[in-house]
């Protein structure tokens, strides 16, 4: 009997162990990513992002709290969490704020292709006043003065406050503006009666360089505008290179010759020629 109960202990054991055997062998033989489960989709990086662009702001009636609609991402799963608007630091007589919000919309996988307008609200410290608002960097400003409140007026290239149109030194950088100069360009001459404006202006060409006596350095490009006066400012009609009057009485026969009949025309030097590379001989 002892025999019989040994020979049936031992075969127990013998199972146990081929079964051990059995599912470790088959925990051994699972290959990472060789199961048959389906690996999740990477997520998509969330980006502190700033708008594409601002397009209004609002104040309210206390002047105690403006809202700000910027332009943000947009598609078919959200594109935008966090929208925020926040005080930075203020600069002489301007309010700054500062919109960001977290995206996605850096990698096109996430179908944030799309625009939409959202609007972020933010407290001010004190009413705004005679403060400009400008929100975001380069600054999209806004003011109270003259706006058809609750809504601020957008401000333009030259300010909240542009200079009246007239022959001032004010008016005559706003024509500048005008008609896309180069920066750095310099007016050489003004003929003006307030309602018309003839403006001749260069700017430099060549290589940077701090020669003042090299000519690649001094030399210049030029043009000669002219200008109607509108309410948003001078307007350019015309440009040219010649003297006196024939070609702008051609386009604008009201154009006065008191303006024009002094003008020569523009120096050769404002329009420099550059002798071409040498070209190099082809090796035989």
Same mark, same amino acid.
């Given at each position: 009997?002892? %025999?019989?109960?040994?020979?049936?202990?031992?075969?127990?054991?013998?199972?146990?162990? &081929?079964?051990?055997?059995?599912?470790?062998?088959?925990?051994?033989?699972?290959?990472?990513?060789?199961?048959?489960?389906?690996?999740?989709?990477?997520?998509?990086?969330?980006?502190?992002?700033?708008?594409?662009?601002?397009?209004?702001?609002?104040?309210?009636?206390?002047?105690?709290?403006?809202?700000?609609?910027?332009?943000?991402?947009?598609? =078919?799963?959200?594109?935008?969490?966090?929208? %925020?608007?926040?005080?930075?630091? =203020?600069?002489?007589?301007?309010?700054?704020?500062?919109?960001?919000?977290? /995206?996605?919309?850096?990698?096109?996988?996430?179908?944030?292709?799309?625009?939409?307008? &959202?609007?972020? +609200?933010?407290?001010?410290?004190?009413?705004?006043?005679?403060?400009?608002?400008?929100?975001?960097?380069?600054?999209?400003?806004?003011?109270?003065?003259?706006?058809?409140?609750?809504?601020? +007026?957008?401000?333009?290239?030259?300010?909240?406050?542009?200079? &009246?149109?007239?022959?001032?030194?004010?008016?005559?950088?706003?024509?500048?503006?005008?008609?896309?100069?180069?920066?750095?360009?310099? %007016?050489?001459?003004?003929?003006?009666?307030?309602? !018309?404006?003839?403006?001749?202006?260069? !700017? @430099?060409?060549?290589?940077?360089?701090?020669?003042?006596?090299?000519?690649?350095?001094?030399?210049?490009?030029?043009? %000669?505008?002219?200008? @109607?006066?509108?309410? /948003?400012? !001078?307007?350019?009609?015309? +440009?040219?290179?010649?003297?006196?009057?024939?070609?702008?009485?051609?386009?604008?026969?009201?154009?006065?010759?008191?303006?024009?009949?002094?003008?020569?025309?523009? &120096?050769?030097?404002?329009?420099?020629?550059?002798?071409?590379?040498?070209?190099?001989?082809?090796?035989?």
């Amino acid at each position: 009997m002892k %025999r019989s109960g040994s020979t049936r202990g031992a075969a127990a054991a013998a199972l146990l162990c &081929a079964l051990a055997v059995l599912l470790l062998g088959a925990c051994g033989t699972q290959v990472a990513g060789r199961d048959d489960t389906t690996p999740s989709a990477t997520a998509l990086p969330w980006t502190l992002s700033a708008p594409i662009g601002i397009t209004g702001a609002t104040l309210s009636p206390d002047q105690r709290t403006v809202t700000v609609a910027a332009t943000v991402p947009s598609g =078919p799963k959200p594109c935008v969490r966090h929208l %925020r608007a926040v005080l930075t630091e =203020p600069v002489r007589n301007t309010v700054n704020v500062q919109v960001t919000y977290d /995206s996605p919309a850096g990698d096109r996988a996430s179908g944030c292709t799309r625009t939409t307008t &959202a609007k972020a +609200r933010v407290k001010l410290t004190e009413p705004l006043g005679g403060h400009e608002l400008a929100v975001g960097y380069p600054g999209t400003v806004f003011t109270a003065d003259g706006a058809g409140l609750p809504a601020l +007026r957008l401000c333009g290239d030259l300010g909240c406050t542009p200079p &009246a149109t007239g022959c001032t030194t004010g008016s005559y950088e706003q024509a500048v503006k005008a008609v896309d100069a180069p920066a750095h360009t310099y %007016r050489d001459a003004e003929h003006c009666d307030g309602k !018309w404006l003839v403006l001749d202006i260069s !700017w @430099r060409t060549g290589p940077v360089c701090g020669d003042p006596a090299d000519s690649a350095c001094t030399s210049r490009l030029g043009d %000669r505008w002219f200008y @109607r006066a509108e309410k /948003s400012g !001078w307007k350019p009609f015309f +440009r040219t290179t010649e003297g006196g009057c024939r070609a702008v009485r051609d386009r604008e026969p009201d154009f006065p010759t008191a303006l024009c009949a002094s003008l020569e025309p523009l &120096a050769p030097s404002l329009h420099p020629t550059y002798s071409p590379s040498p070209t190099a001989t082809p090796s035989s």
